[in-house]
């Protein structure tokens, strides 16, 4: 943490900045709606349901619904900030409600027979005596909103999440704690010290909020580079970026370690993300929802052709390796039992157990097409887990055989082996950057600084460049740069 102490830093700042803007929003919904529930007491009920039913979303798939939406979804800090507004709602709305009916029906008639009417009755009596049990909606929704932030990272949102999410990539338990501690730090010190000043309620942090809320509402004009989130995305993204940042005069905006394919996919064609590296055999199978090949060329001219006819992207040059899916054992298995294919380890796996990502169960490409051509029958169904975790997970015996990616730093840094295809099952996955017509035509030295990169890394090359980072814990900035200058 010490090292990383000026990224820590401005990861905290940004998740502040997230927190605050929702919760600002979210009470000024919120509020207004609890008042309204004491005065229509028929809408109590479908508010409240709404509110519970939107507080029990799990938050990456809230997250997953809002990508879609136009306004108010997408890829960034917008989407964070309305999953966390939504979040806040119920302690709001409903301490709100309880704080104002719970107010003594004595104090109301003194009041009305001092002569007040229903409005200076509500801001002069009711919300003044309500004001601590709202506040203490406030409060909740604070450290809900910290915790919850966390996710914002999957997709492109900033904060503490970026190291945690990167940690769990790099299977690096460092990493994770230096965005969890401060994470659980700010929950912390936001419930004592809105705990402190619930008596008297400071303006001072809406003031705050709403400074940080316009100062982010203007930027200049950018490229925004995306990846998915694991290690080699990671760099290829800041690779990318660095390029662009090394061969023009653009900002670029990293929005890097977002949730994977189809989050990184919708956010280019969206124009939320102007370039991020995609693979061929991705393309075609999991975007275009076509049949595998093995013809790499021929994988390569259908994705470009349909990406520009249908999307409006150019798949630029191939960067110069091919990241296959690869089927992997712990090496130790694979010496004692003699296996070098996935044909020897096929009668293994009736008393194996299966781990692979997200993705890979369902794809065209993935797990159901694998098992039917190599006759794998596992006992149990596949143990389904975050891609970077697959790795520990077989190093630690708690899985016996995994698909990752044949250019992975951590086969070799955890004592793993790859087994051949021998049934040539995998399409070509060429890595190659794509990148938004629309940005070609504005600015088009940022294709030509791509074209630059076309066929400059070896598969050995970005095996070492994903070891550097997982197996021997660099920076991935640092990785990039040393590579770009070689």
């Known amino acids: 943490m010490w090292v990383r102490r000026s990224e820590i830093l401005q990861l905290t700042l940004e998740h502040l900045k997230i927190v605050g803007i929702s919760i600002v929003i979210a009470a000024a919904i919120g509020i207004p ?29 809230l997250f997953g619904f809002l990508i879609p939406l136009p306004f108010i979804g997408g890829i960034g800090t917008r989407t964070a900030v309305v999953a966390l507004i939504l979040y806040s709602l119920l302690p709001i709305v409903q301490n709100t409600y309880t704080g104002i009916s719970g107010v003594d029906p004595a104090i109301r008639e003194a009041g009305r027979a001092m002569g007040m009417t229903d409005g200076q009755l509500l801001w002069k009596v009711e919300i003044p005596l309500a004001l601590g049990v709202i506040f203490a909606g406030i409060r909740v929704a604070t450290v809900i909103g910290i915790g919850v932030a966390t996710i914002a990272a999957a997709v492109g949102g900033g904060g503490l999440g970026m190291f945690i999410f990167r940690g769990v990539s790099m299977v ?17 010190i936001a419930d004592v010290g809105l705990g402190a000043i619930q008596k008297r309620f400071s303006k001072l942090l809406c003031l705050v909020c709403l400074v940080g809320m316009l100062s982010s509402c203007s930027h200049p ?14 760099i290829l993204g800041e690779l990318v970026a660095q390029q662009i940042e090394r061969k023009t005069n653009l900002q670029v905006d990293r929005k890097l370690n977002l949730g994977g394919t189809l989050i990184c996919h919708d956010a ?24 595998p090949s093995n013809d790499s060329a021929g994988v390569y001219d259908t994705v470009k052709a349909a990406y520009k006819m249908r999307f409006g992207v ?19 298995d694979a010496q004692a039992l003699n296996l070098k294919t996935i044909s020897d380890a096929a009668p293994q796996t009736a008393h194996w157990v299966a781990g692979f990502g997200y993705e890979f169960v369902d794809r065209e490409d993935g797990y159901p097409g694998l098992a039917k051509t190599y006759g794998l029958q596992f006992p149990k169904p596949p143990r389904v887990m975050d891609l970077g975790l697959t790795y520990k997970a077989a190093a630690e015996r708690q899985v016996d055989l995994i698909a990752g990616n044949s250019t992975d730093g951590l086969i070799d840094a955890l004592g793993l082996v790859v087994l051949q295809d ?16 629309a940005v070609v035509a504005k600015h088009p030295e940022v294709r030509e600084a791509l074209r630059e990169l076309g066929g400059k890394i070896t598969e050995d ?7 550097a980072v997982d197996g021997e814990h660099k920076e991935v900035k640092d990785v990039v740069k040393e590579f770009l200058s070689r």
């Open 314 to 332: 150019e798949w630029t040059e191939p960067l110069g390796f091919n990241n296959t899916f690869a089927i992997i054992v712990r090496k130790s």
């Open 422 to 437: 021998d049934k040539h099952y995998f399409p070509p996955y060429d890595a190659v950057p794509l990148v938004r017509d």
């Open 33 to 61: 709606l609890g008042i309204l529930m004491t005065r229509k007491a028929w809408l109590s009920r479908p508010i409240l349901t709404f509110a519970n039913i939107v507080q029990t979303i799990p938050s990456l798939a």
């Open 268 to 291: 280019l064609i969206a124009g939320q993300i102007d370039t991020y590296v995609e693979y061929t055999g991705t393309g075609l199978t999991a975007i275009l929802k076509q049949h």
């Open 221 to 234: 004009d950018r490229i925004v580079v995306g990846s998915k989130n694991f290690t080699e995305q990671v």
């Open 172 to 188: 690096d338990s460092r990493v994770i704690l230096a965005g969890a501690i401060p994470a659980a730090a700010l929950a912390l």
């Open 461 to 467: 090359q970005m095996r070492r460049m994903n070891y």
